[in-house]
């Protein structure tokens, strides 16, 4: 069922409600702070990294230098005999053990099949064969070499020193002993260093973002604060406020969007002001055409009895002349008393004068008033008791319209229902016709709408459901048109009690 | 919008990248090469010892120094002693510096011969040189002298050489040295070459009954 | 046939009213403005005046201020819908009821015929005179003294005031009232029954503002009494 259409008063003015401020997960201010905070966060972080990587390889690489060239120096200073003794080899080890730098090393030794080292265990499981390979490797000028190396977390620095002798003391060249001295240290405090520096970068780098914060809300504030206003001009605008303006200054993008606004919101109330100064002086006009015609159609209806009258005595042309003449003029007379009164609900000029009346006597009072006191035509249902305030004459204007529209265009008997519900008064007026085109049912209400192209006047003015809604609004109430399922029209008034 | 897209991954992706480029704590790296090896100083003097390559357990040589000085206990297996005894004569000996002087009955007359101590090698490592894992692949010679000789084909450049020319010398041994493996020709070569010049420069060609090895040189 | 006067500016409506009444039975005197028809009072002594409120020069409501001064004349006044307020300042300078131009002459004459009639006597079997605390009122007589001292009533005041004192105590809603004492339709405007009521308080009661005679019960309308 299209029961809404033709809606009345209640919906009338749909107020635009201020947009709620939603709050944007990603909105301009997120994404502007957002970005600051990223460009602050990859240079606090580039430059943390690298000077944090510099800083750690030169920790690392001084920790390294020094700990290879002393142990180196350790070594040079052996005396050995060949084959190397086991229990002199060990004296010598746990010498160069406490003499470690920068920190006593564990030193291991490998001569042969012969295992010694400065520790109560022979061999070490963090020296990697890998750097056993090196420092062993078949040539006549082995190489010293370092690596390091990170067992269950800690990480060492193993360093392989191959000891050679010369063959003879001035002209000799210098030969493998076999004999192989490695030197284990862990990196702890270099570690540790390392580890604060990180700290150190992170202490610093998180201040720096956080300070990085109040520019970028300031930023994120200066962009859009302009934002906020346009929002905030543009909605006003929308609910009517047309000569809403933004304070536009400074000569970037947002102002000139500022200043775009303004000469469009200046451009819009020009055009608004001269269509409701057109509209107001189109109704003006209408207003004071149907006052104009009033006067004259006062002596003419004062006279159209006298003409009614002796038409009889007139011969047949001109009594239908005279007859049609008179009956037009009671057309014309209420067609004019019909726009007078809608000109007034456009002015605003209509009042309401609300009594508290019992409404079930006011509609049987409409009915009456009109004769439609015929049950075969006319079928009251009302609600007794109920006290409604209204504005009895034009309650009954809205009543009356209705029957009469009911009993024009539909089919008797018309229904007239009564009843309250809630604190609202409903008015029903239903016939037993065809119902209404659902194409004609949305304009039902508009003034002069002839649903039948083809018949160019109906009987009553064309104004009358227009007068109906407008007096229903007046009351604050609402009327719809609809068509009952079971066959015919319905018109539903709701006023408030 | 796709600049959005775009940048904001971008941006990240450097970070990560260059957190990875830092890396954090520290880090295992491979074998890092750092300088030469250590230079021991190896007892007793070279003057006092006699130095035979045998071979580690890797393969490697394993140079094993036998005093020879005046105290030395007997640094040569048997009748390494000579027999005549000339005994006591001294004579001035430089090792030590000026003004000293050793027994002509020692060895020590500024050097072992290079026959005997390439007999010393071939009788193979002591006990003692045996514990440390030193081994030998000559095959042994039961009580075979090897006879060194100057190298004819290296004559042009033998001889002393005061420009410090290579001398030249020729083994002969008496098994075949065809088929000997290249650790134990290495420690021929070694012992001989060292035997003869301090350096170890000389120039050894191994020659055996069924004939001679290319000349070769202690440079491993 | 009563005599009416019509005061009436527009040509077109004075002559097709006049045409209409006449035609009617009514003897009817017209003048165009208000002065000349108050000049033609005297001499006509009509029994009903028509005024038209939009006049040139002394407006209705002037001449219905001046008219009631010295006299009781019923008098209707002619008006267009929506001007409410001069309805209003009519009602209060006097006028008994008003007509909406335009009209036909049988409205008009109704609305005549309504104002001149006599309250039929409901009280005929009683006494002429009622008392009712200090407010004497003769129903034969039509006449109504407070305190002793007779008081001239227009005859709408009149009409309502025999209306709700036939029953006192009684509430009459005002579309009651609109259609017994005026014999409008129920949905009359029912200013004409306030405004009434405020100028018959202002006659009659010895504090307009704290009513004793004629008592209002808001929402559902007025009574009489009880005193």
């Known amino acids: ?333 209420v067609l004019v008393e019909d726009l007078m009164e809608i000109s007034r609900f456009d002015a605003r000029a209509a009042e309401l004068h609300t009594d508290e009346v019992d409404a079930a006597d006011c509609v049987r009072k409409t009915l009456q008033h009109r004769h439609w006191t015929d049950p075969a035509r006319v079928v009251p249902h009302l609600a007794e008791g109920i006290r409604a305030r209204l504005d009895p004459r034009r309650f009954d204007v809205v009543v009356a319209n209705l029957v009469g529209n009911a009993l024009r265009h539909g089919e008797a008997p018309v229904t007239v229902r009564l009843y309250a519900e809630g604190d609202v008064l409903v008015t029903e007026v239903s016939d ?63 006023t408030p009690l | 919008m796709r600049r959005r897209t775009g940048a904001a991954p971008l941006s990240l992706l450097s970070l990560l990248s260059l957190l990875a ?159 000997l493996p290249e650790a134990a020709v290495r420690q021929l070569v070694c012992t001989a070459a060292h035997a003869e010049h301090p350096a170890g420069r000389s120039e050894v060609t191994l020659t055996g009954p069924d004939g001679s090895l290319p000349a070769a040189r202690c440079d491993d | 046939m009563p005599r009416v006067l019509l005061i009436e500016d527009d040509p077109s409506v004075r002559e097709g009213v006049e045409l209409g009444l006449r035609r009617r039975g009514h003897e009817v005197r017209t003048a165009p403005t208000g002065e000349a028809g108050l000049a033609a009072l005297g001499e006509f002594r009509p029994d009903l005046l028509l005024l038209d409120l939009m006049l040139p020069g002394m407006n209705g409501v002037q001449v219905c201020r001046r008219v009631r001064e010295d006299s009781q004349l019923p008098i209707i006044m002619l008006t267009a819908r929506g001007d409410d307020f001069d309805v209003v300042v009519g009602l209060e300078a006097g006028a008994d009821d008003y007509i909406v131009k335009p009209a036909r002459t049988e409205v008009i004459e109704a609305r005549i015929r309504a104002v001149l009639r006599r309250i039929e006597d409901p009280g005929a079997g009683r006494s002429a005179v009622e008392v009712h605390g200090e407010l004497a009122i003769d129903r034969a007589g039509l006449t109504v003294a407070r305190a002793g001292e007779r008081i001239a009533l227009a005859p709408s005041e009149m009409k309502l005031l025999l209306h709700l004192s036939a029953a006192p105590e009684q509430v009459f809603s005002r579309q009651q009232l609109l259609e017994h004492v005026w014999e409008h339709s129920y949905h009359g405007d029912a200013r004409l029954v306030d405004a009434c009521v405020r100028r018959l308080r202002n006659k009659i009661e010895d504090v307009p503002g704290e009513p004793r005679y004629i008592q209002t019960l808001r929402g559902f309308g007025y009574r009489f009494g009880p005193l």
Not at chain 1, 3 to 18: M, P, V
Not at chain 1, 309 to 320: I, M, N, P, Q, Y
Request: charged share 25%; net charge positive.
């Open chain 1, 1 to 333: 069922m299209r029961t809404r259409t033709g809606e009345g008063a209640g919906a009338g003015r749909r107020r635009g409600r201020a947009p709620r401020l939603r709050p944007h997960p990603f909105g301009l201010r997120t994404r502007l702070v957002l970005a600051f905070l990223l460009v602050a966060a990859v240079g606090c972080g580039t430059t943390a990294a690298l000077t944090y990587r510099a800083a750690r390889n030169a920790i690392l690489e001084q920790a390294q230098n020094t700990a290879v060239s002393a142990f180196r120096e350790q070594v040079d200073e052996l005396y050995v005999s060949l084959p190397v003794s086991p229990e002199s080899l060990r004296t010598d080890l746990l010498r160069i053990a406490r003499q470690g730098k920068p920190r006593p090393w564990r030193v291991y030794a490998e001569y042969g099949t012969v295992r010694v080292s400065s520790t109560d265990r022979p061999a070490s499981s963090v020296i990697t064969p890998e750097l056993r390979a090196r420092a062993q490797a078949r040539g006549a000028s082995p190489h010293a070499g370092f690596q390091r190396v990170v067992k269950n977390g800690t990480p060492y620095l193993t360093i392989a020193v191959p000891a050679v002798f010369r063959t003879h003391a001035t002209e000799g060249t210098a030969r493998p002993t076999g004999l192989v001295v490695y030197a284990v240290m862990e990196l702890n405090e270099e570690e540790a260093d390392v580890e604060a520096m990180v700290t150190a970068a992170r202490d610093g780098a998180l201040p720096a973002l956080a300070v990085a914060l109040v520019p970028a809300l300031l930023a994120a504030r200066g962009v859009l604060r302009p934002v906020r206003e346009l929002r905030h001009a543009a909605h006003s605008m929308g609910r009517g406020r047309l000569d809403t303006r933004i304070h536009a200054k400074g000569s970037d993008e947002l102002s000139d969007l500022a200043r775009t606004f303004n000469e469009s919101a200046a451009a819009l109330e020009r055009s608004v002001a001269e269509l409701r100064s057109a509209e107001a002086r189109a109704r003006r006009f209408a207003s004071d055409v149907s006052h104009e015609l009033r006067t004259p159609l006062a002596g003419m209806l004062a006279v159209t009895e006298v003409l009614d009258e002796d038409a009889g005595s007139l011969d047949s042309d001109t009594a239908r002349a005279v007859r049609l003449i008179s009956a037009e003029t009671g057309k014309l007379a």
């Open chain 1, 432 to 494: 037993r016709g065809p119902g209404i085109d659902p194409e004609v049912l949305p304009h039902v209400f508009d003034r002069f709408y002839k649903a039948d192209r083809a018949r160019t006047r109906s009987e009553g003015s064309g104004l009358g459901l227009a007068i109906t809604l407008e007096n229903v609004r007046l009351h604050g109430g609402t009327v719809t048109a609809a068509n009952r399922p079971e066959g015919g029209a319905v018109f539903t008034v709701r």
């Open chain 2, 21 to 179: 480029l830092a890396g954090c704590g520290i880090q295992e790296t491979d074998v890092v090469e750092a300088g030469g090896a250590a230079t021991v100083v190896v007892q007793p003097v070279p003057e006092e010892r006699m130095t035979l390559y045998f071979l580690g357990p890797g393969g490697g040589t394993m140079p094993m120094a036998r005093d020879v000085g005046p105290h030395a206990p007997s640094p040569f297996p048997s009748r390494t002693r000579p027999a005549d005894g000339a005994g006591d004569d001294r004579m001035p000996y430089e090792g030590f510096g000026p003004g000293y002087e050793v027994s002509t009955g020692t060895p020590v007359h500024g050097r072992v011969p290079t026959d005997k101590v390439l007999a010393a090698l071939l009788a193979g490592p002591t006990d003692e040189e045996r514990a440390t894992g030193a081994t030998t692949a000559l095959p042994g010679a039961g009580g075979w002298t090897p006879r060194v000789e100057p190298d004819p084909a290296g004559t042009g450049r033998a001889g002393t050489d005061p420009a410090g020319s290579v001398p030249a010398l020729r083994l002969r041994t008496p098994f075949p040295v065809r088929d």
